[in-house]
């Protein structure tokens, strides 16, 4: 098991909070929250070890299209590049929808 952790600068905050995804094999739980500052704080749980450049890639893609000040917390059973973004990209829709 492997921890990791980035941050990144934001601009905008984020007032909601959003789960999505779930551990499983090949998947990915990501918690989304408000920050408790002005940057966005990304916290890797996951089970596969040695992968923190590609997860630096993936990370610093996502966040050149994402602003908010948020906690990201991501728990990972082996998920692709690809589901990583995907989930991310459901935790912010989630956190910006209309419904609850």
Do not use: C
Request: aromatic content about 8%.
């Amino acid at each position: 098991m492997e921890q990791l952790r980035y941050d990144y600068p934001a601009t905008r905050p984020v007032t909601r909070r959003a789960h999505v995804g779930v551990v499983g094999s090949g998947d990915l739980e990501v918690l989304l929250s408000p920050s408790g500052s002005a940057d966005a704080e990304v916290v890797i749980r996951t089970s596969v070890d040695g992968y923190a450049h590609v997860w630096k890639s993936v990370l610093d893609r996502f966040f050149t299209r994402y602003d908010g000040a948020v906690r990201l917390e991501l728990n990972d059973f082996g998920a692709t590049p690809g589901i990583v973004m995907l989930r991310l990209a459901e935790a912010v829709e989630a956190s910006e929808g209309d419904t609850p």
